[in-house]
């Protein structure tokens, strides 16, 4: 969808009937509609020459370049190469292959370079310093809960869920615990890979504390979330976004395990986080 065939008044904010995380009193529903609803408003069209960035609520700055403009860019769990680094470790892509951390994710930057998805993050990025911890030992210690948290969002797609597909994904997330690959990995280990390019591509975000009460999907093409509008609200997942770096570099017997460990990343994430409540939010057209 190109940005003169969008009409705003089409799109539909909806908000999930079970939160992703809840361990306090949930906000009144009028405060996570005026949330949605200014997430709805500030929805920018962005092309397949902006860069990604990461799903973080808190307000964007200014560029690791030290330039004031940051342009509104789609969001998922660490930003492109991060995302692709999780998911070829969680659907086992680089499986029997001898590879150190730092020569995976050169593999995936390379592989996004090729499809034309331009690289982008933020400082002191948790994805990116724990991806280790996260994809490894929060996913195993949280099986049940992503189990379920996945399934839900099967059903709510009408598609089929297979919990030996599930398992696979676990046993992904085991061997990362276990390898200890990336025990040295830190966002250093990234800007390094980044080389010049990381003064563009990497985000400096405000210094305050994770305060965002929603994760919200957008599954619009080519619309995002303005996240420094919303401001330290909501989380933003562009999934159309998210697909397109899937599709660019996850394929063969691999491709199969992709909506599941999506959602391993999602509920590991959240279960991670020190945020006390996340509800879940969709727009949609």
Same mark, same amino acid.
């Given at each position: 969808?190109?940005? @003169?065939?969008?009409?705003?008044?089409?799109?539909?904010a909806h908000?999930?009937?079970?939160?992703?995380?809840?361990?306090?009193?949930? %906000?009144p529903?009028?405060e996570?509609?005026?949330?949605?609803n200014?997430?709805?408003?500030?929805?920018?069209a962005?092309?397949?020459?902006?860069?990604?960035?990461?799903? &973080?609520?808190?307000?964007r700055?200014?560029l690791?370049?030290?330039?004031?403009?940051?342009?509104?860019?789609?969001?998922?769990p660490g930003?492109?190469?991060?995302? *692709?680094l999780?998911?070829?470790?969680?659907?086992?892509y680089?499986?029997?292959? &001898?590879?150190t951390?730092?020569?995976?994710?050169?593999?995936?930057?390379?592989?996004?370079?090729?499809?034309?998805? *331009?690289?982008?993050? /933020?400082?002191?990025?948790?994805?990116?310093?724990?991806?280790? @911890? +996260?994809?490894?030992?929060?996913?195993? &210690?949280?099986?049940?809960a992503?189990?379920?948290y996945? /399934?839900?969002?099967?059903?709510?797609a009408?598609?089929?869920?297979?919990? !030996?597909?599930?398992?696979?994904?676990?046993e992904?997330?085991?061997?990362?615990?276990?390898?200890?690959?990336?025990a040295? +990995?830190s966002?250093?280990?990234?800007?390094?890979?980044?080389?010049?390019?990381?003064?563009?591509?990497i985000?400096?975000?405000?210094?305050?504390?994770?305060?965002?009460?929603?994760?919200? +999907?957008?599954?619009?093409?080519?619309? @995002?979330?303005?996240?420094?509008?919303i401001?330290?609200?909501?989380?933003?997942? !562009?999934?159309?976004y998210?697909?397109r770096?899937?599709?660019?570099?996850?394929?063969?017997?691999?491709?199969?395990?992709?909506?599941?460990?999506?959602?391993?990343?999602?509920?590991? *994430?959240?279960a991670a986080?020190p !945020?006390?409540?996340?509800?879940?939010?969709?727009? %949609?057209?």
């Amino acid at each position: 969808m190109t940005d @003169t065939q969008f009409d705003i008044m089409k799109v539909t904010a909806h908000i999930s009937e079970q939160p992703i995380k809840l361990t306090k009193e949930a %906000s009144p529903e009028a405060e996570l509609l005026e949330i949605m609803n200014d997430a709805k408003a500030s929805l920018t069209a962005y092309t397949e020459d902006t860069r990604g960035t990461c799903m &973080d609520e808190r307000r964007r700055t200014e560029l690791k370049s030290g330039k004031p403009a940051v342009e509104v860019r789609p969001s998922l769990p660490g930003g492109p190469d991060v995302y *692709l680094l999780a998911m070829r470790e969680l659907t086992g892509y680089h499986e029997g292959q &001898d590879l150190t951390a730092n020569e995976r994710a050169h593999d995936s930057k390379i592989t996004l370079d090729n499809e034309g998805i *331009l690289s982008g993050g /933020h400082e002191e990025c948790a994805a990116d310093n724990l991806l280790g @911890t +996260w994809a490894g030992q929060v996913i195993v &210690d949280n099986q049940a809960a992503i189990a379920e948290y996945t /399934h839900r969002k099967f059903d709510e797609a009408g598609l089929e869920f297979d919990m !030996n597909l599930m398992n696979q994904v676990f046993e992904h997330a085991a061997d990362i615990q276990a390898s200890g690959r990336y025990a040295e +990995w830190s966002e250093e280990s990234y800007f390094d890979l980044l080389g010049a390019e990381a003064g563009e591509a990497i985000e400096k975000l405000e210094h305050a504390p994770h305060l965002g009460k929603m994760m919200i +999907w957008v599954d619009i093409e080519g619309q @995002t979330i303005d996240q420094t509008k919303i401001g330290n609200r909501a989380f933003e997942l !562009n999934l159309p976004y998210m697909k397109r770096v899937e599709n660019a570099g996850i394929n063969g017997p691999a491709a199969e395990l992709v909506p599941y460990a999506r959602y391993a990343i999602i509920g590991a *994430l959240a279960a991670a986080l020190p !945020n006390e409540e996340l509800q879940e939010g969709m727009l %949609s057209a």
